[in-house]
């Protein structure tokens, strides 16, 4: 396979094209609020909300609309919570919410951008949401991060917390990487 690389005017185009969606690096956090709020305007059902910091800056962003309040209404029994780890261009952690449909199929109904993995963060993104989809999950599934275990035994106490089975075997490879391979086989 040949390795096409961009003439100048597709960079450059493209790049144009980046700036007009995503804004300056200044700008994004107040487009993405103007954003919410034209949302908010055009169906005020659904969960736009903001935490933003002292010096204006934004620190915690959560979403949910009425078609995903709806699906998770049908679908609560069990609650899948993931974050990617600063993998976007502000380092910020992206938290998503996701139901399983009677099918095995997974629908988001939920996410949420932090400025840290910190309990008083990860708290107001629960109370939020969950404060919006009015119900309990009978189970929560997560990986082992210490904050969500907190959050979630404070603000959702009639849920089933249990460790997701990808990241309990992720640590063990991690952990155990020092073992003879005929002891274990992952």
Not at 110 to 123: L, T
Not at 128 to 153: H, M, R, W
Request: charged residues 20%; glycine residues 2%; hydrophobic residues 40%.
């Amino acid at each position: 396979m040949d390795l096409v690389i961009p003439d100048r005017f597709t960079f450059n185009l493209h790049r144009k094209v980046r700036s007009l969606v995503w804004g300056p690096n200044t700008e994004d956090a107040n487009m993405l609020l103007n954003l919410a709020i034209k949302l908010q305007e055009k169906n005020p059902h659904h969960l736009t909300n903001f935490k933003v910091s002292l010096e204006n800056k934004l620190e915690c962003f959560v979403f949910s609309s009425a078609n995903m309040k709806k699906l998770y209404s049908n679908f609560n029994d069990i609650l899948l919570i993931d974050s990617t780890y600063r993998t976007n261009r502000y380092k910020m952690p992206l938290l998503i919410f996701a139901a399983l449909s009677e099918n095995a199929k997974i629908i988001i109904i939920g996410f949420a951008i932090v400025i840290s993995e910190q309990y008083e963060d990860i708290h107001w993104v629960f109370q939020n949401l969950f404060g919006y989809l009015e119900t309990q999950p009978k189970i929560v599934c997560t990986d082992s991060c210490p904050t969500l275990k907190k959050t979630i035994a404070n603000i959702l106490p009639e849920s089933n917390h249990l460790l997701c089975g990808w990241h309990v075997s992720q640590n063990l490879k991690k952990h155990l990487s020092g073992l003879s391979k005929s002891f274990y086989t992952f």
